[in-house]
């Protein structure tokens, strides 16, 4: 009789197993490499492969757990605790309460919709009026995507353009509306790296009445740890501050678990459990969740227990330490090139490159044709689109670097490309980067079909990157916006 290939160690493997594997590392080697350094966005590499084994061996324990039910799996409760329990030294707040979610989007979501039920609740006229949410122009695209699924009105509040940060008393103004339900801050922005002014924006915001969050998505777990490795003194954001009322702070980011893990804490218990969903009318099983999840994986769950808790503070700090020599020694190469600039002066990992205006024209980087020319040189930065503020002013287009503990091993390499690809694209204005083949200036600026180039995409051709920014410059944001919807639906389908 035949039977299927065993594993000693595994027990029978099944008879599809090296086709289906060989699919998948097919498919895989298309993708951006997660390691190494060469990616600064989107990855956040700890050179540590002894933690990712010890993260995929916790994760496998739990494979087949429903975090649906504590009471029925209670290792889903016990492994939570422990974070948050972490969380309350880490974040100086001894009694906060909390969950991890799967990711930033969802804590952010939860922190809203918290506080839309806390306004709700409070007000007996809310049919009549809309509860708003008072953002930073530089908060994070999550917000906006909690006030379209749970109604709220956006108020963004213009920042700086030199700085980066929202001036405290437009904020302050802008809080003072009584249909106000959430006041944001960051910490730092992903834009720009900066921390928002949190000690005034929720000293005001506790004055009014209104709960105040800081989002910490990407420096919850690595600003706690920055002064200490060597980084500098970091304004205050996190719960010793009176008034924040809530903080998010991504597991699978700067705490270096596997997507997707994230931290959502609360300062009033009350305000936590309005996040909480529960339902007991209807017939089958009482309903209560605490995230916008029902059936979750307890995957992402284990596996940042398990890094968490290898690594501790003193391993924090030691890899905290390694991204601050990383980020000065990249920020230091970034000022010494001549036609660019970091904005603003940021505090933690996180760099925004724009075009120095300071210097003539022909000696000035386009910093979307620079991230293009050094992206031919092995590193992918990102590029973000300049835009236009309600105030008048304008966020210049910029290239934001994400610096990990990992850059500190390449820093040569990428130093050099850095000031290499300045040096191919100084002096050249977006419309006339020589290889884009444009017969007259601004012609680049065709508006493409969208599915046309999400097949080429598909099929292996390159994608402008810099000319799809230069498209949502240029366009009315909403029409860029469908366009870029129109080309992941078409990118994504099934062939």
Request: some cysteine; hydrophobic content about 45%; aromatic content about 6%.
């Given at each position: 009789?035949?039977?299927?290939?065993t594993?000693?160690?595994?027990?029978?493997?099944?008879?599809?197993?090296?086709?289906?594997?060989?699919?998948?590392?097919?498919?895989?080697?298309?993708?951006?490499?997660?390691?190494?350094?060469?990616?600064?966005?989107y990855?956040?590499?700890?050179?540590r492969?002894?933690?990712?084994?010890?993260?995929?061996?916790?994760?496998e324990?739990?494979?087949?757990?429903?975090?649906?039910?504590?009471?029925?799996?209670?290792?889903?409760?016990?492994?939570?605790g422990?974070?948050?329990?972490?969380?309350?030294?880490?974040?100086?707040?001894?009694?906060?309460?909390?969950?991890?979610?799967?990711?930033?989007?969802?804590?952010?979501?939860l922190?809203?919709?918290?506080?839309?039920?806390?306004?709700?609740?409070?007000?007996?006229?809310?049919e009549?009026?809309?509860?708003r949410?008072?953002?930073?122009a530089s908060?994070?695209?999550?917000?906006?995507?909690?006030?379209?699924?749970?109604?709220l009105?956006?108020?963004?509040?213009?920042?700086d353009?030199?700085?980066?940060r929202?001036?405290?008393?437009?904020?302050?103004?802008?809080?003072?509306?009584?249909?106000?339900?959430?006041?944001?801050?960051?910490?730092?922005?992903?834009?720009?790296?900066?921390?928002?002014?949190?000690t005034?924006?929720?000293?005001?915001?506790?004055?009014?009445?209104?709960p105040c969050?800081?989002d910490?998505c990407?420096?919850?777990?690595v600003?706690?740890?920055?002064?200490?490795?060597g980084?500098?003194?970091?304004?205050?954001w996190?719960?010793?501050?009176?008034?924040?009322?809530?903080i998010?702070?991504?597991?699978?980011?700067?705490?270096?678990?596997?997507k997707?893990?994230?931290?959502?804490?609360?300062?009033?218990?009350?305000?936590?459990?309005a996040?909480?969903?529960?339902?007991t009318?209807?017939?089958?099983?009482?309903?209560?969740?605490?995230?916008?999840?029902?059936?979750?994986?307890?995957?992402?769950?284990?596996?940042?227990?398990a890094v968490?808790?290898?690594?501790g503070?003193?391993?924090?700090?030691?890899?905290?330490?390694?991204?601050?020599?990383?980020?000065?020694?990249?920020?230091?190469?970034?000022?010494?090139?001549?036609g660019?600039?970091?904005l603003?002066?940021?505090?933690?990992p996180?760099?925004?490159?724009?075009?120095?205006?300071?210097?003539?024209?022909?000696?000035?980087v386009?910093?979307?044709?620079?991230?293009g020319?050094?992206g031919?040189?092995?590193?992918?930065?990102?590029?973000?689109p300049?835009?236009?503020?309600?105030?008048?002013?304008?966020?210049?287009?910029?290239?934001?670097?994400?610096?990990?503990?990992?850059?500190?091993?390449?820093l040569?390499?990428?130093?050099?490309?850095?000031?290499?690809?300045a040096?191919?694209?100084?002096?050249?204005?977006?419309?006339?980067?020589?290889?884009?083949?444009?017969?007259?200036?601004?012609?680049?600026?065709?508006?493409?079909?969208?599915?046309a180039?999400?097949?080429?995409?598909?099929?292996?051709?390159?994608?402008?990157?810099?000319?799809?920014?230069?498209?949502?410059?240029?366009?009315?944001?909403?029409?860029?916006?469908?366009?870029?919807?129109?080309?992941?639906?078409?990118?994504?389908?099934?062939?």
């Amino acid at each position: 009789m035949n039977r299927p290939p065993t594993d000693p160690a595994k027990g029978p493997t099944h008879p599809a197993a090296e086709e289906l594997l060989g699919r998948l590392t097919a498919y895989r080697s298309q993708d951006a490499p997660t390691h190494g350094g060469r990616v600064l966005s989107y990855v956040y590499d700890s050179g540590r492969p002894d933690l990712e084994r010890l993260a995929a061996q916790a994760a496998e324990q739990v494979l087949w757990v429903n975090g649906l039910d504590p009471t029925t799996f209670p290792s889903v409760a016990l492994l939570e605790g422990d974070l948050v329990r972490f969380a309350r030294e880490m974040l100086r707040g001894p009694r906060v309460t909390g969950s991890v979610t799967s990711g930033g989007t969802e804590s952010c979501l939860l922190a809203v919709l918290a506080a839309r039920e806390r306004w709700r609740r409070a007000r007996q006229d809310r049919e009549q009026r809309r509860p708003r949410l008072v953002v930073p122009a530089s908060a994070h695209a999550a917000f906006h995507k909690a006030a379209h699924l749970f109604d709220l009105e956006v108020v963004v509040v213009p920042v700086d353009p030199r700085t980066g940060r929202p001036l405290v008393a437009d904020m302050v103004a802008a809080t003072e509306h009584p249909d106000v339900a959430l006041v944001v801050v960051s910490a730092p922005s992903y834009p720009h790296g900066v921390v928002d002014p949190v000690t005034e924006v929720a000293e005001a915001a506790a004055a009014l009445g209104v709960p105040c969050h800081v989002d910490a998505c990407i420096g919850g777990l690595v600003l706690p740890w920055w002064e200490a490795a060597g980084g500098g003194a970091v304004p205050p954001w996190d719960f010793s501050v009176p008034g924040v009322s809530s903080i998010s702070a991504d597991l699978h980011k700067y705490g270096f678990a596997p997507k997707g893990a994230s931290l959502l804490l609360f300062a009033d218990p009350e305000l936590d459990r309005a996040r909480y969903f529960a339902l007991t009318a209807w017939p089958g099983y009482p309903v209560v969740n605490p995230t916008l999840l029902g059936t979750r994986s307890t995957t992402s769950l284990a596996a940042a227990w398990a890094v968490v808790g290898a690594l501790g503070p003193d391993g924090y700090v030691e890899l905290t330490g390694r991204t601050v020599r990383a980020t000065a020694a990249t920020r230091a190469a970034v000022e010494g090139i001549e036609g660019l600039r970091v904005l603003g002066d940021p505090t933690g990992p996180l760099l925004a490159v724009a075009t120095d205006d300071a210097v003539p024209p022909e000696r000035r980087v386009d910093p979307h044709l620079w991230a293009g020319a050094v992206g031919r040189r092995g590193f992918v930065l990102q590029g973000q689109p300049g835009i236009a503020q309600s105030d008048g002013t304008v966020l210049p287009r910029s290239t934001h670097l994400t610096v990990t503990p990992v850059t500190e091993g390449v820093l040569p390499e990428l130093v050099r490309a850095l000031e290499e690809a300045a040096d191919e694209v100084r002096g050249w204005a977006q419309s006339e980067e020589p290889s884009r083949g444009a017969s007259e200036p601004g012609e680049a600026l065709g508006i493409p079909d969208p599915e046309a180039l999400a097949q080429a995409a598909r099929a292996g051709g390159d994608l402008d990157l810099a000319q799809v920014l230069e498209l949502i410059e240029a366009l009315p944001r909403e029409q860029s916006a469908d366009l870029l919807r129109r080309f992941l639906a078409a990118f994504t389908a099934p062939g």
